[in-house]
């Protein structure tokens, strides 16, 4: 994460910046981008259609016959079924990511739903019976605004001017007439809704592949591809350059952005474990899909990971999107 920014300098406190000294913010990011171009030469790509065979784990024997011969009866012939589509889902851009670091994911996946339950879920609540929901949405937007310049960069980097277009009048209205973010009549006034672009989605609309599956300790779903946009990510948002040169408030408002959309999302996360017979699996599948979807423009605008499935951003939660 970026602290000394082109977008504060030294942050006009008119004393010299120490060129000599990089940031820990900096030193992070670099890590984190030599590490994930390692990763990207080591591990395999994925391979289209490589994934299990969907008839595998059909079960055999007078049980199951049984079985199948009721559930015939109440559905008619299988003979009758249109399975048009099929090969459409079975399709690379159905396939799953592959997932040569499950055991390393798999822990962290594991660590991160402890925290969601000893530490991010009592402090939501609490944060949410101190204020009241309209205003935490109100923090929300506020924060939603911020990321005005990250997505109209990407959007023009994509070509989408339309999009673009949106996005600057979403940021000029809400700042204005939403009282510096905390409303949007933006899309209550005027319809115009969340245009949801980064460097992940960027990186994907130029045909960088997605890589391996990634999950990172705290941030939650990602892979490589997603995690160099991320990095990229956080030099155009403008919550990483509120105070130059302090890194430990960017942090802060990172976590204050996540108890903040925790607190109003406290239940999707629970029911998404609740009813998930492998719930690693299931964040995997959701969060992969919703991520291919955004990249060919096909997810709900301003949608979030958990209402089509899971949450790439919170614990285990990437997006106010």
């Known amino acids: 994460m970026e602290t000394r920014g082109s977008f504060g300098g030294a942050g006009g406190s008119g004393r010299r910046p120490d060129r000599g000294r990089r940031s820990p913010g900096r030193a992070f990011v670099n890590v984190a981008v030599a590490w994930l171009a390692v990763l990207a030469l080591l591990v395999p790509a994925p391979v289209a259609g490589s994934g299990p065979d969907p008839g ?3 079960q ?3 049980a199951a016959d049984d079985r199948d011969n009721g ?3 109440e559905t008619g012939s299988l003979e009758e079924t249109d399975w048009s589509g099929g090969e459409e889902w079975l399709s690379e851009e159905h396939a799953s990511i592959a997932d040569p670091l499950e055991p390393m994911n798999r822990f962290f996946f594991a660590v991160n739903d402890r925290l969601y339950f000893w530490v991010l879920k009592p402090v939501s609540r609490a944060y949410g ?3 009241p929901e309209d205003v935490r949405i109100g923090v929300g937007n506020c924060f939603d605004n911020l990321q005005a310049p990250l997505r109209l960069i990407n959007a023009l980097l994509q070509g989408k001017v339309k999009g673009a277009t949106i996005v600057l009048a979403r940021f000029v209205i809400n700042s204005t007439l939403g009282v510096a973010g905390f409303g949007d009549p933006a899309k209550t006034e005027f319809n115009l809704a969340t245009q949801a672009e980064d460097f992940g989605q960027t990186l994907g609309h130029y045909g960088v592949g997605e890589g391996v599956y990634l999950c990172w300790p ?3 779903p990602s892979s490589i591809r997603d995690s160099c946009g991320t990095a990229l990510d956080s030099f155009f948002n403008l919550t990483s350059h509120v105070v130059p040169d302090k890194p430990a408030v960017a942090v802060g408002l990172y976590t204050g952005q996540r108890i903040n959309q925790t607190s ?4 999707d ?3 998404f474990r609740k009813y998930s017979f492998d719930p690693y699996v299931a964040m995997r599948e959701a969060y992969v899909q919703y991520r291919r979807n955004q990249t060919l423009d096909k997810a709900a605008k301003g949608g979030s990971f958990l209402s089509e499935g899971a ?3 919170y614990i285990p939660s990437r997006t106010l999107n």
């Open 269 to 271: 996360y629970e029911l």
């Open 129 to 131: 019976r101190i204020l």
């Open 264 to 267: 109003l999302s406290l239940e």
């Open 311 to 313: 949450e790439p951003g």
């Open 60 to 62: 055999a024997g007078p």
């Open 218 to 220: 705290l941030l939650g």
């Open 71 to 73: 559930m015939a009866e």
């Open 56 to 58: 595998a784990d059909r």
